[in-house]
């Protein structure tokens, strides 16, 4: 069985600062990952993918997640944050092979900006 | 424009009042979800399809039901709603991926408030 945690329910920065989303995941198989955001009112859209090619990945709005396999984690981060990157965001984890689409997802990080 | 498109976006309703929330997407995805979100435990999966016809169950299935008659749609339908079934409901479409690392579409979601 895969899960994933994500470590703080809620983060707080200042606008300019480092965000850092921590997501660790427990997968028996090499696992692929997503980080989805959510902002408010809205469905989720996805940020980045890890799908083997590659360990650092790069998604949109400059966000960029790190897959280490030693510590099964894939945490997310931004070197400056903005006031638009405030929404929930959810790490995802699926095992591949007859799964498809399944994902199984973290409990979410709510992000908030502070001017 | 490519989209799952979900109604109704927000319901109230009674304890046993049988009700259907409807899931359309126009992007011929073969796989279909529905998922719900609860604060804290992030986006749990309900039922899944992999194709017209074939339909299996998720990790929260208690209490729903689904259908897949057509490729584009796949309504959640509760037969006897109770309050425990409210929630944020999402659905979800992707294409068949063999590497199981398709990207997830969602809906804008629908609130359920069962009285």
């Known amino acids: 069985a895969q899960s994933v945690t994500q470590l703080g329910s809620h983060v707080s920065v200042s606008e300019g600062a480092l965000v850092l989303l921590r997501c660790n995941y427990s997968s028996s198989v090499p696992p692929y990952l997503f980080w989805y955001v959510q902002y408010p009112n809205q469905g989720l859209q996805l940020l980045l993918k890890?799908?083997?090619?590659?360990?650092l990945v790069k998604g949109i709005n400059g966000f960029e997640a790190e897959f280490k396999k030693s510590e099964t984690s894939f945490h997310l981060t931004k070197p400056s944050a903005h006031m638009s990157d405030a929404a929930e965001y959810f790490c995802?984890?699926?095992?591949?092979?007859?799964?498809?689409?399944?994902?199984?997802f973290g409990q979410g990080t709510i992000l908030t900006v502070h001017p | 424009e490519a989209q799952v498109t979900q109604n109704p976006r927000y319901l109230i309703t009674v304890t046993g009042k049988k009700l259907t929330v409807t899931c359309s997407q126009n992007?011929?995805?073969?796989?279909m979800s529905w998922y719900r979100q609860d604060p804290g435990l992030g986006l749990r999966q309900i039922y899944y399809?992999?194709?017209?016809?074939?339909?299996d169950k998720g990790d929260v299935p208690e209490g729903y039901k689904v259908s897949r008659k057509e490729k584009r749609n796949f309504p959640l339908i509760l037969e006897s709603p109770s309050p425990n079934q409210t929630s944020l409901y999402f659905c979800?479409?992707?294409?068949?991926?063999?590497?199981?690392?398709?990207?997830?579409?969602f809906g804008e979601g629908s609130r359920l408030t069962v009285l």
């Open positions: 979800a479409s992707s294409l068949r991926s063999t590497s199981g690392a398709g990207e997830l579409f």
């Open positions: 995802a984890v699926s095992d591949g092979g007859t799964s498809y689409g399944k994902l199984t």
């Open positions: 890890y799908t083997s090619a590659a360990t």
């Open positions: 399809s992999m194709n017209v016809e074939v339909t």
């Open positions: 992007m011929n995805h073969e796989y």
